[in-house]
């Protein structure tokens, strides 16, 4: 599918504040809000630039994405860093390291927003957009480097390969990626997150998932207090939803052996491979390290055992897939 940036959302608000919700049960939704209502006065998607925002920013849970610094698409962010205070705005403060980043910060989630629709309106029209160079600090360099490389507006978004993102070459795909699993809420049946209104009494912590792993005892994970009663789910029949099988055809899936599993966890050691199949001798297609949080979509306990197990957790689609073993989170 190959989706074009500017137009109207197919993809409705309340689908794309489940999807956040999902992952992230205390994201502030005013954020979604004011991508829906400045959709209009910039003509561009709406559910396109939130897809985007959660990409960039991992569901608003990143350190950039946090207040004070509020920045939604890695603008100005180049992962230069100092000792000492640069002392212009396009740096960030970070009192636990006690250590200066390069990137902008914004007053509110507002202007926030703001920002990063005109920072893609710099990508998507060839002539400045709603002042946008007042509202984008990058907004300049950004039209400077499609005239100097002679580029052509975007239009759709594997368009921002090799341009917003370098090297970038899947940047628009892992976007659209993130957009599929926000369509798939708007249609399909497991309305699995928590009701926006319980987003502001969420909290983090332990709780027990309902199958069993290896040992015959429930296995301890880090999911959402508000997820815990209806994103971890029970063996059924064994069948795991078709929207949630969107991954890589390369990845090995036995519908008999495999159990819905919808929740978060969080990575217990460095250096943990993610997989292509349930087993330590297939292809590794990336790895994480400790306090990465991983959404869920599948498990099985009958793949091969490396020392802890059989059981296997499947990684959702927008996030890459890929299988992760039991051991990375301390079961």
Request: charged share 20%.
């Amino acid at each position: 599918m190959t989706l074009p940036i500017k137009g109207t959302s197919a993809v409705a608000r309340d689908a794309c504040k489940q999807l956040v919700l999902k992952r992230n049960p205390i994201a502030p939704l005013e954020v979604i809000d004011a991508y829906y209502d400045l959709e209009s006065t910039w003509g561009i998607r709406a559910d396109l630039l939130a897809s985007q925002m959660f990409l960039e920013t991992d569901y608003l849970r990143s350190w950039w994405s946090q207040p004070p610094r509020r920045n939604m698409a890695g603008i100005g962010v180049t992962g230069e860093k100092s000792g000492q205070d640069p002392h212009t705005d396009a740096w960030a403060f970070k009192p636990e390291e006690n250590t200066w980043y390069k990137g902008y910060s914004f007053p509110d989630w507002h202007s926030a927003v703001q920002a990063h629709f005109a920072h893609m309106s710099a990508y998507v029209y060839p002539d400045e957009h709603n002042n946008a160079s007042h509202l984008d600090p990058r907004y300049s360099a950004a039209r400077s480097q499609f005239a100097a490389k002679n580029w052509p507006p975007v239009e759709v978004l594997t368009d921002l390969n090799g341009k917003w993102a370098v090297p970038g070459t899947t940047y628009g795909q892992s976007i659209e990626n993130v957009y599929n699993a926000m369509a798939s809420l708007q249609t399909s049946p497991h309305q699995d997150t928590p009701p926006p209104d319980s987003h502001n009494e969420a909290s983090t912590s332990q709780v027990h998932s309902e199958f069993t792993p290896e040992g015959g005892s429930n296995a301890s994970l880090d999911l959402p207090q508000a997820a815990s009663s209806n994103n971890t789910s029970s063996e059924g029949n064994g069948q795991v939803p078709a929207d949630l099988l969107k991954i890589p055809a390369t990845l090995s899936i036995n519908a008999d052996n495999v159990k819905t599993f919808l929740g978060s966890a969080v990575v217990a050691t460095d250096g943990v491979v993610v997989r292509s199949h349930p087993d330590p001798t297939s292809e590794s297609l990336r790895s994480v390290d400790k306090g990465t949080v991983v959404n869920l979509v599948a498990y099985t306990d009958s793949g091969t055992d490396a020392g802890a197990g059989k059981v296997w957790y499947l990684i959702e689609a927008a996030e890459g897939g890929g299988w992760i073993y039991s051991a990375a989170f301390g079961s």
